[in-house]
């Protein structure tokens, strides 16, 4: 019998255009909350989630409330980090990351930053 040949992992492109990941590194509090942070960019980033659906750790969600397709992801739910993203050619392009105390504000926080969304 044959060895079952496996593919490696499909990844979906990030885009990173407006420096968010140096941000989060940035402004993050602590290195378990960095840890969070790849972690949520690992699933982001996995195919395999897009297909099944399932978002286990940023419990991917579109943004409701406004007209573009905003979708958020939590870094960490508990204590309120989040990050903003969007589809745009078959690639995910990061928009923000949200401190806890703007969490609740998305609209406001979308309208702040209204350059960096299509």
Do not use: C
Request: proline content about 4%.
């Amino acid at each position: 019998m044959a060895a079952k040949k496996t593919e490696p992992p499909r990844i979906k492109p990030l885009v990173d255009r407006f420096g968010v990941i140096r941000e989060a590194f940035r402004i993050l509090a602590d290195d378990a909350l960095r840890v969070k942070f790849l972690a949520a960019l690992a699933e982001l980033e996995d195919n395999e989630a897009y297909r099944t659906a399932t978002f286990p750790v940023t419990k991917l969600h579109k943004v409701t409330g406004i007209k573009q397709a905003i979708y958020r992801a939590y870094v960490d739910k508990i204590s309120g980090w989040r990050l903003h993203l969007q589809f745009q050619s078959g690639e995910l392009h990061l928009k923000d990351i949200l401190t806890p105390d703007k969490h609740d504000r998305v609209i406001e926080s979308i309208h702040a930053k209204r350059d960096r969304y299509q």
